[in-house]
């Protein structure tokens, strides 16, 4: 696959503390990449660096196979993008809203107008101005316009912020679409771990500006493990008499009341039958698969998913 964008050692400090450390990103062509970290790790200052609104302190960027410079404009034309919050003019429609846009891109297709506002679902607002707008139509009407011009690139800072679960449904399959059917390569960001599992081919996680892992989803399949997780009013106890009557020792206690068991040996009738004879309560048992966001999780811990 050809590496579409690419990120060499890219470091900014600000005001002396260093808030990106040495980030190598490789992101292919036609893929879906998640990027994924908590609060304040870096992903919207490296998405910034990326489209030139930050300068970096040290390192580079590569896109579409060249340099990005502060005078690389024919790149970013290539690219629809929204970083943080979408503003747009309020006292407009959203048509209106991206026949500007489309202006001052220098892109004249009016009928990418009609398109992209029919796959985001809002033909129907008609001159409804942008300030009357909900905040799932704003985060809709964002997509919107980062995907009129045809983008190679697509980066999307937490788009489905303020949608309702079948409006993060249909994005989704949307981001999907452009994906297959149109090549579009997407970097996305994102607090929901569940709907980039479904969507994203490669995951980029990053903490305190460090990227610490990039990794494909199907690997992260591949290491999926099975576990029986149960909740119990009594976790000391349990872990205790699981051990001394079953020899488990792959267990992880994950709070008060739940823990998962990782040994495949184990039956789960045999802990119900070792906690319920030695009077511990039982409230819920099942057997579960690592998630994504186990592996993030366990990422930020330190570790990767038990074995």
Do not use: W
Not at 201 to 223: A, C, F, P, W, Y
């Amino acid at each position: 696959m050809t590496c579409l964008l690419r990120t060499n050692q890219l470091t900014k400090t600000f005001q002396g503390k260093e808030v990106v450390s040495n980030v190598n990103m490789n992101i292919q062509k036609g893929e879906i990449y998640g990027f994924l970290g908590p609060n304040g790790a870096g992903k919207t200052t490296i998405m910034k660096m990326i489209t030139n609104l930050v300068k970096p302190t040290a390192g580079d960027i590569e896109l579409f196979g060249e340099k990005l410079t502060d005078t690389s404009y024919h790149l970013l034309g290539r690219m629809g993008t929204i970083i943080e919050y979408p503003v747009f003019y309020d006292k407009l429609s959203a048509r209106e809203n991206l026949e500007l846009h489309c202006e001052y891109m220098g892109y004249h297709n009016k009928q990418a107008i009609d398109e992209a506002l029919e796959l985001v679902k809002l033909t129907n607002t008609g001159s409804k101005a942008v300030k009357d707008f909900s905040l799932g139509m704003k985060q809709r009407l964002g997509i919107a316009r980062a995907i009129t011009t045809k983008p190679e690139l697509l980066m999307l800072d937490e788009p489905i912020n303020g949608l309702d679960p079948v409006g993060i449904k249909e994005i989704r399959d949307l981001f999907k679409m452009l994906s297959k059917e149109y090549g579009i390569t997407i970097l996305i960001s994102s607090h929901i771990l569940g709907e980039i599992e479904q969507m994203a081919d490669t995951i980029g996680v990053i903490n305190h500006g460090k990227l610490i892992e990039e990794v494909s989803m199907e690997q992260i399949r591949e290491k999926n493990t099975e576990y029986i997780e149960f909740t119990t009013n009594d976790c000391k106890k349990a872990a205790f008499l699981l051990e001394k009557h079953l020899g488990v020792s792959n267990l992880r206690v994950m709070d008060d009341h739940i823990i998962r068991v990782y040994d495949p040996s184990v039956p789960q009738s045999s802990i119900t039958k070792t906690l319920v004879m030695n009077d511990v309560v039982i409230e819920s048992i099942h057997k579960k698969n690592s998630s994504l966001e186990d592996y993030f999780l366990s990422l930020l811990n330190g570790g990767g998913i038990v074995a």
